[in-house]
């Protein structure tokens, strides 16, 4: 093993290019997976930071470092960074760019220059969205919903916000409709669909979800910048709009979108989880099909964000119904994680820690989504702390620790390291006990009634507000060791064999780092490899 | 029928998943004007009136008619005859510019009557037909855009085909096959999506 992962793979561009031009101008899926990956952790912590400030004005009522506006600036940008820039792309874009093809046993994706283009796209888009943040005027003030008519009449930057979001859109897309064709198209003519590993299928169900869900952004986006900059008015009431129409066409495409984000992070669980339990996946069939499931019925359930918006009747029972009927493929999976495990030889290391910790705070976050799909409960909890809870127990809890578990599975691939295993085991501990207090006590809040976005509350939250806090404080210290436990294995790192865990998938049978080419020679998916 | 090589098969995949999202595009729009169409009938019905059926249908015909020529421009270049092709291709962006002027005419137009939002004369009247105006050049706008891109779509093409006359013509078919046969593709989505257009914007009064 050791001659083989003394080369640098990828790593070394081919013709001798260097530097960062050798990275942007590359139509190599794994070059640009990890453009991919740096960008959004760039902007996993710009966000992490806003989130982090805006936890420290609530530790107490009143005024205490930030202006209310700042404030509301502040959860805009911290909503609108996290979702279109770090939670929509983290996974497809990086991790799936990365390791789709090679898990299909191709060389790369369909079409390497649209690919390239894509990450262009992404990168204008984040442009425009730090443009909305610092260019003259204020920083959007909207929420990252920009739920209109506030939308239209604030001041602030809205507009370029808006063109970001909008922009970042085509990004995703480009990527969608490139995933469809490779799977299509450059799957090991000897894999059968029903061999695919399982996270490819995640990927590619998020690929339609990707193509057919985001027009209808773009399109929506589109009318809101016309109506800023032409007084088009299609959502002025005054002009004989309806504003609601925004909210179903703005959640037409916001809700698939949620599929987005955590169908590929069950995609990485459904391959970490067998990894180190010695087993093969259980219910392999059973797995797909509920991962179809979840993105078709992803697009039927929309209206549950407008509950309280006005409905008919009718309308609302039937989304909420719809809303229940999604949870039945999310708890299938569920239980096929843990029976996997069941009688495995299971190795508890890092990756494994943090995919337990997506099953227990998935399953909090999930099981909470029912409260907010039912229709009675959720005139209660409706845009209260509880929401925020719900969502964040899903998207951090569920889709950030899935990063976090496929980032330390397929570190030694990606880099041709290894990471110390110590600390990232100490940076779980950290995090889980932080994310539980920051996020937990929100639920409590929000079910006595502490509506989000608030920039002030009454005395009598002050010790759960603070309790919040403290645990944002934990959170944060576990990112950062993460972080630094990673960049200290990618310059430090004991080489890495071809498949340290043990791992099936084609992906583990090329070096680490990879070949330009992916593989020497393509492999046979009908052969198994015994594992050892 | 022989097995199609994998490139050309990915390419043209690719394409109509592209069309697909096209088709969503402007599915969102036609969704907003179904929703205000069924609020505001009769506002929709008296606006209409103000378009010129006569315009439209010129424009509808030249586009149709592109749409002829595009579809003879592949069908040439899958014969090989890459000069019928070029002259084809040639053909289908004329008419897509005239389309293009004929617009332009018209939407100047609805600004000399001030039938545009945000002038008072339009603002004087009743929000359904503020509404008409809005859809109408969000709309056709949007499609405006898009025959815009085909246009230069097209000459990207000719481009591409034309290389195809100075080489090896069955090296260069399998490279830019694809090509020739995607932008025909794009052209009829975008005529598919006038002749929706127009009916809706037209023919109502």
């Given at each position: 093993?050791?001659?083989?992962?003394?080369?640098?793979?990828?790593?070394?561009?081919?013709?001798?290019?260097?530097?960062?031009?050798?990275?942007?101008?590359?139509?190599?899926?794994?070059?640009?997976?990890?453009?991919?990956?740096?960008?959004?952790?760039?902007?996993?912590?710009?966000?992490?930071?806003?989130?982090?400030?805006?936890?420290?004005?609530?530790?107490?009522?009143?005024?205490?470092?930030?202006?209310?506006?700042?404030?509301?600036?502040?959860?805009?940008?911290?909503?609108?960074?996290?979702?279109?820039?770090?939670?929509?792309?983290?996974?497809?874009?990086?991790?799936?760019?990365?390791?789709?093809?090679?898990?299909?046993?191709?060389?790369?994706?369909?079409?390497?220059?649209?690919?390239?283009?894509?990450?262009?796209?992404?990168?204008?888009?984040?442009?425009?969205?730090?443009?909305?943040?610092?260019?003259?005027?204020?920083?959007?003030?909207?929420?990252?919903?920009?739920?209109?008519?506030?939308?239209?009449?604030?001041?602030?930057?809205?507009?370029?916000?808006?063109?970001?979001?909008?922009?970042?859109?085509?990004?995703?897309?480009?990527?969608?409709?490139?995933?469809?064709?490779?799977?299509?198209?450059?799957?090991?003519?000897?894999?059968?669909?029903?061999?695919?590993?399982?996270?490819?299928?995640?990927?590619?169900?998020?690929?339609?979800?990707?193509?057919?869900?985001?027009?209808?952004?773009?399109?929506?986006?589109?009318?809101?910048?016309?109506?800023?900059?032409?007084?088009?008015?299609?959502?002025?009431?005054?002009?004989?709009?309806?504003?609601?129409?925004?909210?179903?066409?703005?959640?037409?495409?916001?809700?698939?979108?949620?599929?987005?984000?955590?169908?590929?992070?069950?995609?990485?669980?459904?391959?970490?989880?067998?990894?180190?339990?010695?087993?093969?996946?259980?219910?392999?069939?059973?797995?797909?099909?509920?991962?179809?499931?979840?993105?078709?019925?992803?697009?039927?359930?929309?209206?549950?964000?407008?509950?309280?918006?006005?409905?008919?009747?009718?309308?609302?029972?039937?989304?909420?119904?719809?809303?229940?009927?999604?949870?039945?493929?999310?708890?299938?999976?569920?239980?096929?994680?843990?029976?996997?495990?069941?009688?495995?030889?299971?190795?508890?290391?890092?990756?494994?820690?943090?995919?337990?910790?997506?099953?227990?705070?998935?399953?909090?976050?999930?099981?909470?989504?029912?409260?907010?799909?039912?229709?009675?409960?959720?005139?209660?909890?409706?845009?209260?702390?509880?929401?925020?809870?719900?969502?964040?127990?899903?998207?951090?809890?569920?889709?950030?620790?899935?990063?976090?578990?496929?980032?330390?599975?397929?570190?030694?691939?990606?880099?041709?390291?290894?990471?110390?295993?110590?600390?990232?085991?100490?940076?779980?501990?950290?995090?889980?006990?932080?994310?539980?207090?920051?996020?937990?006590?929100?639920?409590?809040?929000?079910?006595?009634?502490?509506?989000?976005?608030?920039?002030?509350?009454?005395?009598?939250?002050?010790?759960?507000?603070?309790?919040?806090?403290?645990?944002?404080?934990?959170?944060?210290?576990?990112?950062?060791?993460?972080?630094?436990?990673?960049?200290?294995?990618?310059?430090?790192?004991?080489?890495?064999?071809a498949n340290p865990w043990n791992a099936r998938g084609l992906e583990w049978r090329t070096s680490s780092p990879p070949p330009t080419e992916n593989f020497d020679e393509l492999p046979d998916p009908t052969i198994e490899e015994p594992v050892r | 029928m022989t097995e199609t090589p994998r490139i050309p098969r990915a390419s043209r995949m690719g394409m109509w998943l592209f069309l697909f999202t096209e088709i969503l595009l402007f599915g969102g729009l036609f969704l907003?004007?179904?929703?205000?169409?069924?609020a505001n009938p009769e506002a929709f019905h008296i606006a209409s009136g103000e378009l010129s059926l006569r315009f439209g249908a010129i424009n509808t015909v030249i586009l149709l008619t592109s749409s002829l020529t595009m579809a003879l421009a592949v069908s040439a270049f899958e014969r090989g005859l890459v000069g019928r092709c070029l002259r084809f291709l040639a053909g289908t962006a004329g008419l897509g510019l005239i389309f293009l002027g004929n617009k332009a005419?018209?939407?100047?137009?609805?600004?000399?009557?001030?039938?545009?939002?945000?002038?008072?004369?339009?603002?004087?009247?009743?929000?359904?037909?503020?509404?008409?105006?809005?859809?109408?050049?969000?709309?056709?706008?949007?499609?405006?855009?898009?025959?815009?891109?085909?246009?230069?779509?097209?000459?990207?093409?000719?481009?591409?085909?034309?290389?195809?006359?100075?080489?090896?013509?069955?090296?260069?078919?399998?490279?830019?096959?694809?090509?020739?046969?995607?932008?025909?593709?794009?052209?009829?989505?975008?005529?598919?999506?006038?002749?929706?257009?127009?009916?809706?914007?037209?023919?109502?009064?």
């Open positions: 093993m050791s001659a083989e992962s003394a080369t640098r793979g990828y790593l070394d561009a081919p013709g001798g290019a260097r530097g960062l031009r050798s990275w942007i101008f590359s139509t190599d899926h794994k070059r640009i997976g990890v453009l991919y990956l740096w960008s959004t952790m760039f902007f996993f912590g710009a966000g992490t930071i806003f989130g982090f400030l805006m936890r420290l004005e609530l530790i107490a009522p009143g005024r205490t470092i930030m202006k209310a506006q700042t404030y509301n600036a502040m959860f805009t940008l911290h909503g609108v960074i996290m979702i279109f820039l770090v939670v929509i792309p983290a996974i497809p874009a990086s991790l799936g760019n990365f390791f789709l093809p090679l898990q299909l046993g191709a060389r790369d994706v369909a079409f390497p220059r649209v690919n390239r283009l894509s990450w262009w796209i992404y990168a204008t888009g984040a442009l425009l969205a730090f443009f909305a943040m610092f260019a003259g005027g204020h920083p959007p003030d909207t929420g990252w919903t920009f739920y209109v008519p506030y939308s239209v009449r604030t001041d602030t930057n809205v507009t370029l916000a808006v063109l970001a979001a909008l922009v970042l859109g085509f990004s995703s897309i480009l990527t969608g409709l490139n995933f469809i064709t490779t799977v299509h198209v450059l799957r090991s003519p000897k894999m059968k669909w029903m061999k695919m590993p399982l996270f490819s299928w995640s990927i590619y169900a998020t690929a339609w979800v990707q193509v057919l869900a985001t027009p209808i952004i773009a399109v929506t986006l589109l009318l809101i910048v016309l109506e800023r900059v032409a007084n088009l008015g299609l959502f002025d009431p005054v002009r004989g709009g309806d504003p609601l129409l925004y909210q179903h066409l703005f959640w037409i495409y916001s809700h698939p979108a949620v599929y987005i984000m955590i169908i590929p992070a069950m995609g990485i669980i459904s391959e970490v989880i067998p990894a180190f339990s010695g087993k093969k996946v259980y219910g392999y069939n059973a797995i797909v099909v509920s991962t179809l499931a979840i993105a078709f019925a992803g697009y039927l359930v929309w209206g549950h964000h407008m509950f309280t918006s006005g409905m008919s009747d009718t309308a609302r029972w039937v989304f909420s119904f719809l809303t229940f009927i999604v949870a039945v493929p999310s708890g299938v999976k569920v239980f096929n994680w843990v029976a996997t495990l069941y009688k495995g030889a299971i190795d508890i290391s890092a990756p494994l820690l943090y995919a337990l910790g997506f099953i227990f705070l998935f399953s909090i976050g999930g099981l909470t989504g029912l409260v907010n799909g039912a229709l009675a409960t959720n005139i209660q909890v409706h845009d209260t702390y509880f929401v925020v809870a719900h969502f964040h127990y899903v998207m951090f809890g569920g889709t950030g620790f899935a990063i976090f578990a496929g980032l330390l599975y397929w570190f030694p691939k990606m880099t041709g390291k290894m990471y110390r295993p110590f600390p990232a085991i100490i940076a779980f501990i950290l995090m889980f006990a932080g994310f539980n207090i920051l996020y937990f006590p929100m639920f409590i809040l929000g079910w006595m009634g502490m509506p989000r976005r608030y920039y002030d509350y009454p005395k009598g939250f002050t010790s759960l507000q603070e309790l919040s806090t403290v645990g944002s404080w934990f959170l944060v210290a576990g990112i950062i060791l993460l972080a630094v436990t990673l960049i200290r294995g990618l310059r430090h790192g004991t080489p890495a064999s | 907003v004007y179904a929703v205000y169409r069924r005419v018209e939407w100047s137009a609805k600004f000399a009557h001030g039938l545009y939002p945000g002038n008072p004369i339009l603002e004087a009247r009743p929000a359904g037909e503020k509404l008409f105006f809005s859809l109408y050049f969000a709309m056709t706008g949007l499609h405006g855009v898009h025959v815009l891109v085909g246009v230069v779509v097209l000459a990207v093409t000719a481009v591409l085909a034309g290389r195809s006359a100075r080489a090896d013509a069955a090296r260069v078919h399998e490279k830019y096959g694809g090509v020739v046969e995607n932008s025909g593709l794009y052209w009829h989505l975008v005529d598919t999506i006038w002749i929706f257009l127009f009916p809706l914007f037209y023919l109502i009064s």
